[in-house]
Antibody, heavy 123, light 111 residues
């Protein structure tokens, strides 16, 4: 059974940084694209970004709202995807989900989702 | 205001059929970009229901189906069950914004 487990969430102040991790198991991680999606309290889903599998360049794309502040990376040897979040703003407060994409080089669809980790940005 | 527009809520009685629309534009759905549908129960992670407009992942009942017409897509749920009560989101890509988008979500209430 495919499993995705996010970790690293917590309470941070505006302007600070945080790194989330997404550990995957029971699938071939290194040929999978991985996505990040967030959901602010009581709000809808918002795509954050994704990273292609290494055979397709291992490059990442980002939503306009986080571009330049967030960075997605991957360590295929550990089956972990990361979301580095810098210059955090109050509006970044959300549950952050990681997901395994169906295809190795596109951000949609997300066929498996983690349980999410809460990031709270507050002074 | 989401670029992909969904009705905030729909409802139906058990056993009935409901449809949820997702309307875009010539920059996204109308441009030919595929649409996915996700189901999310309260406090849970989303689940993929339909991908590439009409395809169901294995394990998703055939009570769920997707269709597309022009710049709009629809999710149909037949034989409504209590467990279908959830939020439903469409997702696509916008070529003008160069962004992956979600619709605002639709809350389905089973009466």
């Amino acid at each position: 059974e495919v499993q995705l487990v996010e970790s690293g969430g917590g309470l941070v102040q505006p302007g600070q940084s945080l790194r989330l991790s997404c550990s995957g198991s029971s699938f071939t991680f290194d040929v999978s694209a991985m996505s990040w999606v967030r959901q602010a309290p009581g709000k809808g889903l918002e795509w954050v970004g994704f990273i292609r599998s290494k055979p397709y360049g291992g490059t990442a794309d980002y939503a306009a709202s986080v571009r330049g502040r967030f960075t997605i990376s991957r360590d295929d040897s550990k089956s972990i995807a990361y979301l580095q979040m810098n210059s955090l703003k109050i509006e970044d407060t959300a549950v952050y989900y990681c997901g395994k994409d169906l295809r190795p080089d596109t951000a949609m669809p997300i066929e498996y989702w983690g349980q999410g980790t809460l990031v709270t940005v507050s002074s | 205001q989401s670029v992909l527009t969904q009705p905030p809520s729909v409802s139906g009685a058990p056993g009935q059929r409901v449809t949820i629309s997702c309307t875009g534009s010539t920059s996204n759905i109308g441009a030919g970009y595929d649409v996915q549908w996700y189901q999310q129960h309260p406090g849970k992670a989303p689940k993929l229901l339909i991908y590439d407009n009409i395809n169901r992942p294995s394990g998703v009942p055939d009570r769920f189906s997707g269709s597309k017409s022009g710049a709009s897509v629809s999710l149909a749920i037949t034989g409504l069950q209590a467990d279908d009560e959830a939020d439903y989101y469409c997702q696509s890509y916008d070529g003008t914004l160069s962004d992956v988008l979600f619709g605002g979500g639709t809350k389905l209430t089973v009466l």
